[in-house]
């Protein structure tokens, strides 16, 4: 048996995250998901976090060792947002909120967990892109951007934290049954199964088991990668 981690997962209050911070809960592990308002899931602590802002994530943190009991050892980046608009008539605040909360939202996490993971020489960190970051997808110019840049900042996490016990990977889901997709017209979500290779969306939990098995020891040599989690749809990337 493995001592139980401390595991922080951002927007883990619904969707994607949610379902990361139970399957983490469930192992055994200690688990704090931040939630911007309202009251954390049942079974769940949870911490209020802006990731658009320093201060807040800096609190969330603190707030989040307290109820943990120790720094973060596992993160989770998984906030985010669309904002989808096509490239000519998308205005500034959608490309920069979008780089704001996905990317920078993510820098910032990374940079507060990253001292106490490089004093304890250890430390997982995910971050939650998406088949678009590789891909591209028309009408998300803003959102395509903010997760290839997830993959260069995992990549150069791995570089200077990799000596130190630290792995940075992201996660890449394809189609996932979230309220990020239940936003979609109806139409489109049957184009879009069609191009799915597994000819389906993908369940949360799904997703999950992969964010899980990458905070294991058994994951330990696995640094820098994309996994997809896409039914196949992002191959060749
Ligand atoms: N669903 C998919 O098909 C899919 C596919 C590929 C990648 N992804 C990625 O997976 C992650 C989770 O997606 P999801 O489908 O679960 O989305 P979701 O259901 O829309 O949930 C998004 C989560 O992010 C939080 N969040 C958004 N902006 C934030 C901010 N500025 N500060 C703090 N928290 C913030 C939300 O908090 P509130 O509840 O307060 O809004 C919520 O907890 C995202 O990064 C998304 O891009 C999703």
């Keep these: 048996m493995t001592e139980p981690r401390r595991v922080l997962v951002t927007g883990g209050n619904r969707g994607i995250g949610l379902a990361i911070a139970t399957a983490f809960r469930d192992a055994g592990d200690k688990v704090v998901i931040t939630h911007r308002s309202g009251t954390p899931p049942e079974g769940l602590d ?23 009991g120790g720094p973060v050892e596992v993160l989770v980046a998984n906030a985010g947002v669309t904002r989808d608009g096509l490239l000519m008539r998308m205005p500034d605040d959608d490309f920069e909120g979008v780089i704001d909360t996905n990317l920078t939202g993510a820098f910032r996490c990374v940079r507060r967990a990253s001292k106490a993971m490089i004093k304890a020489r250890h430390g997982r960190i995910i971050l939650i892109s998406s088949v678009v970051g590789l891909a591209g997808g028309a009408g998300q110019v803003n959102y395509a951007a903010s997760k290839a840049g997830l993959v260069g900042l995992a990549r150069s996490v791995t570089r200077e934290l990799g000596g130190r016990g630290i792995t940075a990977n992201v996660v890449a889901p394809g189609f996932i049954v979230t309220d990020m997709t239940e936003e979609l017209p ?52």
Excluded: N, W
């Design 46 to 68: 949870g911490v209020i976090c802006e990731v658009t802002d320093t201060a807040s994530v800096d609190a969330a943190f603190t707030a989040a060792e307290k109820l943990l």
């Design 186 to 237: 109806d139409a489109r979500k049957v184009e879009i199964v069609k191009s799915i290779p597994a000819g389906r969306m993908a369940q949360p939990g799904e997703v999950a088991d992969v964010v899980r098995f990458l905070a294991t020891d058994a994951a330990g040599y696995i640094s820098g990668a994309v996994i997809p989690v896409d039914g196949g749809l992002g191959m060749g990337h």
